[in-house]
């Protein structure tokens, strides 16, 4: 399928450098416009530094790198050093993540995160911009407070300003993202319906109130995709990672704003018990299908139609939670068999 006019990403996580080195490659081949690194649960930066190494075009993004387990510094810096390795290539996504990977994890507070975050993303946007100019001196906020005075880069920037973009599940950060981020990445339990009702009005209206061109900010939107000839067995194996995000607490008025409340409480309790089956059976057939891209070729093209219909760029995940690595990787090369070759 060309990828002629479609901007699709694809993922790169953690694997030796010489399968890194060849997915990033082949990539590059099939026509991707990016690469993100996740962090979950290592850094971002990682793996994306050793992709740029092996690529020359492929823009290589934080999809995303944790807002509040570094220091603004230490985010910023990991920036433009992968943007100096790149020679111009590295998109920065940055985020809160949810409360229990940084308090349970990381050991560190989650209180108001967008307030946080955007004191965050306004200090690495300095240090990004500004930090080698020798003007930045002492910065307070309520939750930082720094000293850049004696800054020194080793290296200059290779560019004035690296995209910077921010994750959102609801509205409340689609506005952060719009006020102050180049770009928003979707949410990949995003809905249709949820994408076209609550997060294009929201965006325009909080993008035409900051003066800022649609044109010029880019959308997102990440989705799970299981491409198999029978789908009913692309339901159930897509099953387990909608199980997953629906079992997490902090995500049940989301789910509960589609109609499936009563499925994620289900889903969350089994969690707490470690009750697998009872997990995956609270997710029906119809909460997979509203929240993940599945069936057969042919169906799954039709559907990544309404897809662009709202989107800047697309990035297609397979589902990971419950398969084996095999599964995985059948469904990986589905969608490259499917959608990029």
Do not use: C
């Amino acid at each position: 399928m060309a990828l002629t006019g479609k901007r699709y990403w694809g993922v790169l996580t953690p694997q030796p450098a010489a399968q890194l080195v060849s997915y990033a490659k082949q990539a590059e081949a099939w026509g991707l416009e990016g690469l993100w690194g996740i962090q979950l649960p290592g850094p971002a930066f990682l793996p994306l530094a050793t992709a740029a190494a092996a690529t020359e075009r492929l823009k290589l993004g934080t999809g995303v790198a944790l807002a509040f387990t570094r220091s603004p510094l230490e985010t910023a810096m990991s920036a433009l050093d992968l943007d100096l390795i790149s020679g111009g290539r590295m998109v920065l996504g940055v985020g809160p993540s949810v409360q229990f990977i940084n308090e349970q994890w990381h050991g560190v507070p989650y209180d108001k995160p967008l307030r946080r975050l955007r004191e965050a993303v306004t200090l690495i946007r300095l240090i990004l911009e500004k930090g080698g100019t020798g003007e930045l001196g002492k910065w307070e906020g309520t939750y930082y407070k720094v000293d850049l005075s004696t800054l020194n880069f080793i290296a200059r920037p290779v560019r004035p300003r690296i995209p910077l973009y921010l994750p959102a599940l609801f509205t409340g950060a689609v506005r952060l993202a719009a006020e102050t981020a180049d770009g928003l990445v979707g949410h990949p339990m995003w809905s249709l319906q949820w994408i076209r009702d609550q997060v294009i009005p929201t965006l325009n209206t909080r993008l035409q109130q900051a003066h800022k061109a649609r044109e010029a900010f880019e959308l997102n939107l990440f989705t799970y995709v299981a491409i198999n000839p029978d789908r009913r067995q692309a339901l159930a194996d897509a099953r387990g990672t909608v199980a997953f995000y629906a079992s997490i607490s902090q995500y049940e008025k989301y789910f509960g704003a589609h109609g499936f409340g009563e499925a994620a409480r289900r889903a969350a309790l089994a969690a707490q018990q470690h009750d697998h089956s009872t997990m995956l059976s609270a997710i029906s057939d119809s909460m997979v299908e509203r929240f993940a891209i599945v069936g057969t070729p042919d169906e799954v093209r039709s559907k990544l139609a309404a897809v662009w219909a709202v989107a800047d760029s697309v990035t297609l995940v397979a589902p990971t939670n419950f398969l084996t690595r095999d599964q995985i990787m059948m469904y990986q090369q589905a969608i490259a068999t499917t959608i990029y070759e």
